[in-house]
């Protein structure tokens, strides 16, 4: 059994962590899951099904005042679900469709997410309502073509969103007119926007220059200091450098 160690996550004294087993003389009685160590305690329970199917990977965990978020991704579709605390249930939540599985919580009632290439939609978690967000709009402030390209990843300090977009980590989503476009794979941009989506700024930098990397990167909170991550570094600036 290995465990998929890159997604573990400890939450509220509790250890979730990814396994897949595999049978390499027979494939079909292999399978996945995510089990919960209870640091406590010392009980260990399993997330949902102790054996999925190999097609199904339990990621992207948020924990969140009373909940563990996460995303389980198939073959063909992505979901959403959370994680009781209190009972141990888990419950599959209502969103639009063709979610890619990126997404962030905003306090403890909105959840921001993804829907195909560029639509950003928001889920009320008091009403279970789901509103699109008219990203169109920030191209006409900046002149550019909004997020048109794809989000890499979302985080939220609970008083902003910030939208990690980087051209080189998506460019399958590329039109092929723009694959020669001069210094394409280098750009990245990060957008900002309040708890209803309201754009509140564009930071737009080149990612070999600042970051020595150009492929993906991703964000991290600490205090007032915000980190981007890549594969080789990690780089620190001042949150109110982004506002």
């Given at each position: ?21 595999r ?9 996945t ?26 990621g ?62 928001i ?16 191209a ?47 750009r ?56």
């Amino acid at each position: 059994i290995s465990p998929i160690s890159r997604n573990m996550v400890i939450h509220r004294n509790k250890i979730f962590l990814p396994y897949t087993f595999r049978n390499a003389s027979n494939y079909d009685i292999s399978f996945t899951g995510t089990a919960i160590y209870d640091m406590d305690t010392g009980k260990l329970s399993i997330l949902g099904e102790e054996k999925q199917d190999t097609s199904l990977i339990n990621g992207r965990f948020n924990g969140n005042g009373d909940y563990m978020y996460y995303v389980e991704k198939g073959k063909y579709k992505s979901a959403l679900y959370r994680y009781s605390y209190a009972d141990g249930t888990v419950e599959k939540l209502e969103i639009a469709k063709n979610f890619k599985g990126v997404y962030t919580i905003y306090g403890e009632t909105k959840i921001f997410y993804t829907v195909g290439n560029s639509e950003l939609y928001i889920l009320d978690l008091t009403t279970g309502e789901n509103t699109k967000v008219k990203t169109d709009e920030w191209a006409d402030i900046h002149e550019d073509r909004g997020l048109g390209y794809g989000i890499g990843d979302m985080v939220s300090d609970d008083e902003y969103v910030y939208y990690c977009q980087n051209y080189s980590f998506h460019d399958f989503y590329l039109p092929a007119s723009m694959l020669s476009y001069s210094g394409m794979w280098d750009r990245a941009m990060i957008y900002i926007t309040d708890g209803e989506g309201n754009l509140i700024n564009r930071v737009d930098f080149n990612t070999t220059e600042v970051l020595g990397y150009s492929d993906y990167f991703t964000l991290h909170f600490c205090g007032d200091t915000i980190y981007m991550q890549t594969p080789k570094m990690v780089y620190a600036c001042s949150r109110k450098s982004f506002i």
